[in-house]
């Protein structure tokens, strides 16, 4: 079954203690992407990636790491989280990120930094 | 980059169709209107697109403006596992890779 899973998909952790989300995907997808999603802001984009070893910053990048180093892999990395970083996080992927791809999403990390 | 206006919620009974407004009108003439869709404690999931005629697919159908300012997304029979956050999407004017994501409209399906 075609799927972008995510991991974990709850996470409570405190101020400044390094946690990866990992995300992967089986779609052979060339383009992956990590949103948060927040009450009344809607999704936004973090960070995201056109293939293997290119990440970009999307909209919200500060505070946040991501590495591309398979196609199937795209990890989030939270060198020190703080409280403003509790949100949902979700990992998606398209085949080559073109307006008209498909994105496909994971079923999310409910994220809460103490 | 403005975003698409969709009412905050609406109501259906099931087995009913359902017409989901959105209003688009900066979007340009090149940019297609996107719409997912985010059930109960799940990630969003695409539902359809378009650029200027209707579009159908096995989950609903897209109809465009002719002067492309505004769509409407149709479920023809409403059912309970349609009760979901539908978002109406256009991308971003410098970047049409991208697209912007509002708050959607929360869709309440009555049996």
């Known amino acids: 079954e075609a799927q972008v899973t995510q991991n974990p998909r709850y996470l409570i952790t405190v101020t400044g203690k390094k946690l990866t989300v990992t995300c992967s995907q089986n779609?052979?997808?060339?383009?992956m992407s990590w949103y948060r999603q927040d009450p009344g802001l809607g999704l936004r984009q973090i960070y995201y990636s056109m293939n293997v070893e290119v990440t970009d910053k999307g909209d919200v990048p500060e505070g946040y790491k991501v590495s591309r180093k398979e196609k199937r892999n795209f990890p989030l990395i939270l060198e020190s989280p703080s409280p403003n970083q509790t949100s949902l996080y979700f990992c998606a992927s398209s085949r080559f990120g073109r307006e008209t791809d498909t994105q496909y999403f994971g079923p999310g990390t409910r994220l809460t930094v103490l | 980059d403005a975003k698409t206006t969709q009412p905050n919620s609406m109501e259906s009974n099931e087995e009913e169709p359902v017409h989901l407004p959105c209003n688009h009108s900066?979007?340009?003439?090149?940019?297609?209107i996107h719409w997912y869709r985010q059930l109960p404690s799940q990630g969003p999931e695409y539902v359809i697109h378009g650029l200027t005629s209707n579009v159908n697919n096995r989950m609903a159908s897209l109809a465009i403006a002719e002067d492309r300012k505004s769509s409407t997304l149709i479920l023809h029979r409403a059912t309970l596992r349609d009760a979901a956050v539908y978002y109406c999407?256009?991308?971003?004017?410098?970047?049409?890779?991208?697209?912007?994501w509002g708050l959607g409209t929360s869709l309440a399906v009555n049996p």
């Open positions: 900066t979007i340009s003439g090149t940019d297609y």
């Open positions: 999407i256009r991308p971003n004017a410098g970047n049409n890779r991208k697209l912007i």
């Open positions: 779609m052979n997808h060339e383009y």
